[in-house]
């Protein structure tokens, strides 16, 4: 999965063709913009203190750069993977099914971020013997990508953190919103429901990592 990650963000998108694909720049303004108007439009769920705090934290807050636009996956996860039984999963471009135009940091921090999740919320790793599990620490795994990609460490991770858990969150949100309408088709549709006030709490404990007051 890392080295999957660190080949495809090293991709000159410009000169592959797709120089005029997407929307470069703005990523994070963007996708906030999104994912917040959503969550405050949705009355029927209401509203969370935390997540209203860390939207105003995140606006505040965007890396000054953007982490620069590159070509990006935006749901890579390794419950998505398909595992040849002798080949890495990354071999020969596979399991990369979508293609998108914004931040490496966040892409990455997407998929890392179930080092910090429980698995009652998604199935994380957080609390879990990583080492027994024969699993790389989450700073090793940050430490294997940035050298794959000539780094020498990776600004604003904790940032991009919080930014990956407001989006899971809003995510939940709306699916509260619905569950509340009797509009949700999942069976887990409740799960989410009742697990959202702590994936919030969790979320905003990334934002104090990234040094929110």
């Known amino acids: 999965m890392n080295a999957a990650m660190a080949q495809l963000h090293l991709v000159a998108y410009h000169t592959v063709g797709l120089g005029d694909y997407g929307r470069p720049g703005n990523y994070f303004q963007r996708q906030i913009d999104r994912w917040s108007k959503q969550y405050f439009e949705d009355a029927d769920a ?38 040849h039984p002798a080949e890495p999963p990354y071999s020969g471009g596979s399991g990369l099914g979508a293609v998108h135009a914004g931040s490496r940091g966040a892409d990455l ?50 940032f991009h953190m919080a930014f990956n858990f407001f989006r899971l969150a809003a995510i939940f949100h709306g699916i509260k919103g619905r569950a509340i309408r009797a509009a949700a088709s999942s069976a887990h549709a409740y799960e989410r429901v009742f697990v959202f006030p702590e994936l919030m709490a969790i979320a905003w404990q990334q934002a104090v990592r990234a040094g929110a007051p």
């Open 109 to 158: 921090a997407y998929h890392a971020m179930m080092y910090r999740m429980p698995p009652r919320i998604v199935a994380g790793l957080a609390g879990a013997d990583i080492a027994a599990l024969s699993i790389l620490g989450e700073a090793d795994y940050l430490a294997a990508y940035c050298a794959r990609t000539g780094r020498a460490a990776m600004p604003g991770y904790d």
């Open 46 to 83: 209401g509203r969370d203190p935390n997540m209203d705090r860390l939207i105003a934290w995140l606006l505040a807050n965007i890396p000054p750069d953007d982490d620069a636009t590159s070509v990006l996956h935006g749901d890579f996860r390794i419950d998505k993977l398909i595992f």
